[in-house]
């Protein structure tokens, strides 16, 4: 009797996860697509005129608010890799000057806690032209010293970008930092035996060790900047004008402003691709060190 | 002949090294400081901004600190500042955001745990397929199933809720959490759960009884990171939250972007910082957990 419950009694615990997965999940992914698809408008409309079922992406794909935030998602991407570069920095020195290492640590994370909205809003005021930085510099004798960039559709997208690597940076240097603990303390010992210089040993040693902390940090990172959404909101509300859009603002504001289901869909199924394309790479990276591990093990 | 020049060089090179280290120790904590500095800065110019008067704000100063110290901002931001139409500061939105985050946490974590115990312990055949399911999922952005849970939320009857809310955070953590618990407990040996079976164990007694008190550090991990995600969440609150029960981070966003009138930079930044005391409580408080519980998030999926 007991056996027989043993058997069904994990199934039935199952259940919950497996209904979340098909139905929020998987019925939900299938839904958008399909929705993408039709001529929906504020309700949805199931049926796919077959001669026409592309009318939402031609219609996405010649927005031109919709080509900036195609433009914003690399510009974001490639801003705010130098948090991966400042944190692999940043750790490395931790890990080298063992000082302080707790002190420096907490305080680079903190602003992980933080959410994205109160991010924005505190940099927001930074970049206040009457009030703010630019004022104080200019006070301090820098007449021509620039700090309004929210203001500007051609500087906003690196206002949001320092705002995003102040958040980020801490967090890349947390992940760097595990790595650089993995890293066989031998190493460190044999290269200052053979006398490496420190460049060297950076360079051609430690970095490719590290290059699968690299390659994950910066697939987090374009993953995060697909779905960047509320630091935009809280910093410029996608302005200038629309400069400073992304795919995820793009999306919710088809939703929520324009009460469009149908073309808020097709931008959602264009995210969704961007989504699988940077997702690709750390499904192979994690099977390869799967089997790697394995492979060490045995 | 080569040991004898090593030997000979130790000495030397050790004495110059011993010199250098220090000369780059310097170095590399002035520039440590420097970062640190930047990265405190605005938790800095925040923070003093909220105890100035307007009238000291107007002088444009902004790294200054206040010459004359004042709550009155604080007071202002938590019981009088207006969102949009409503002016009742953003203690109700902390008070919902607080109402959100119980049934979220209960919710998410009940259900990730006993999937996670089911998976790692349970010899079920698919469970590798469902995990590796899971991961997918956990990378799925939220806007793509956002609509049809809207859809699927307002069939249920409870679009505007605080229930609302407190679900789709628990649809949205449910893959990530249930990775998480299954790569804790499938460390767990196998010896005690046949041993517990032998006993006359079932799967809910055992995990109540056995699993469930060796939980405590993942909780911890898990608990963090569920708090600071539900806490600092906007997009969730804004679209599944009504009137009346949108969390604090959407009153704090309605507060400081929609403001008519003269802009009352001393409340926006003392909201703001209401905003984040909670998370920032948790994340000083339990600092080496938080780091566990987001390189977990990260990485071990």
């Not at chain 1, 309700?43 to 927005?63: H, K, M, V």
């Not at chain 2, 403001?259 to 000083?284: E, H, Q, R």
Request: glycine share 8%; net charge positive.
């Amino acid at each position: 009797m007991s056996v027989r419950w043993n058997w069904v009694s994990p199934r039935i615990a199952l259940i919950p996860a497996l209904a979340i997965t098909a139905i929020a999940f998987f019925g939900a992914i299938i839904w958008t697509v399909w929705i993408s698809f039709t001529r929906s408008r504020r309700f949805p409309d199931y049926a796919i005129d077959l001669a026409d079922w592309t009318r939402q992406y031609e219609r996405l794909f010649g927005d031109n608010a919709w080509q900036t935030a195609l433009q914003n998602v690399f510009v974001l991407a490639l801003g705010s890799a130098l948090a991966i570069v400042f944190g692999f920095i940043l750790a490395a020195m931790i890990e080298r000057e063992k000082r302080g290492e707790g002190f420096f640590r907490t305080l680079f994370l903190y602003p992980l806690a933080v959410s994205f909205i109160v991010t924005g809003l505190v940099w927001r005021w930074m970049f206040n032209p009457d009030l703010g930085v630019q004022n104080f510099l200019r006070g301090l004798g820098w007449e021509g010293a620039s700090f309004n960039w929210l203001a500007d559709s051609h500087t906003a997208m690196y206002g949001i970008i320092l705002a995003s690597i102040w958040h980020g940076l801490g967090f890349y240097m947390a992940l760097m930092l595990a790595g650089l603990k993995s890293i066989n303390t031998e190493i460190w010992s044999a290269a200052r035996l053979d006398g490496v210089s420190f460049w060297r040993l950076y360079i051609e040693i430690i970095i490719p060790m590290l290059k699968f902390t690299f390659l994950t940090c910066a697939i987090l990172l374009s993953l995060g900047v697909v779905k960047t959404y509320d630091i935009v909101l809280a910093m410029t509300g996608g302005g200038p004008g629309t400069s400073t859009w992304t795919p995820a603002y793009f999306v919710v504001n088809s939703y929520a402003a324009r009460g469009n289901i149908g073309f808020a869909s097709s931008a959602a199924v264009m995210m969704l691709v961007m989504t699988a394309v940077l997702f690709l790479p750390l499904v192979l990276v994690t099977a390869w060190q799967a089997r790697r591990r394995e492979a060490m093990v045995q | 002949m080569s040991a004898v020049a090593a030997s000979a060089a130790i000495p030397v090179s050790r004495a110059r090294r011993r010199k250098r280290i220090r000369g780059s120790s310097i170095a590399i904590l002035v520039f440590l400081t420097m970062c640190a500095a930047f990265v405190s800065l605005p938790l800095y110019v925040v923070i003093v901004t909220s105890f100035k008067t307007m009238e000291q704000i107007a002088l444009g100063e902004v790294f200054a600190l206040p010459t004359e110290w004042t709550i009155e901002p604080w007071r202002m931001a938590w019981s009088e500042v207006c969102a949009g139409m409503t002016c009742e500061g953003v203690s109700h939105g902390f008070w919902v955001s607080m109402k959100i985050l119980f049934p979220s946490l209960l919710l998410s974590i009940g259900i990730s745990a006993v999937t996670g115990y089911a998976l790692a312990l349970w010899k079920i055949r698919w469970a590798g397929t469902f995990l590796f399911v899971l991961f997918l999922c956990a990378f799925v952005p939220f806007q793509i199933i956002m609509i049809p849970l809207v859809l699927l939320i307002s069939s249920l009857g409870i679009f505007g809720t605080i229930w609302a809310v407190a679900i789709v955070h628990s649809i949205l953590a449910m893959p990530l959490l249930t990775l998480i618990f299954r790569n804790f407990y499938k460390d767990v040996p196998e010896e005690i759960i046949n041993a517990a079976i032998m006993d006359c164990g079932s799967f809910w007694r055992i995990f109540f009884e056995i699993i469930l008190p060796m939980s405590a550090n993942i909780m911890i991990v898990v608990l963090i990171l569920m708090i600071t995600t539900v806490w600092n969440d906007y997009l969730i609150g804004l679209i599944f939250g009504g009137v009346g029960t949108q969390p604090m981070t959407v009153i704090l966003a309605n507060t400081v972007i929609t403001s008519f009138g003269v802009v009352k930079y001393n409340v926006d930044m003392a909201a703001a910082l209401l905003t984040a005391i909670p998370p920032l409580i948790v994340y000083f408080a339990l600092g080496k957990f938080f780091v566990q519980g987001i390189t977990a998030g990260a990485i071990k999926g």
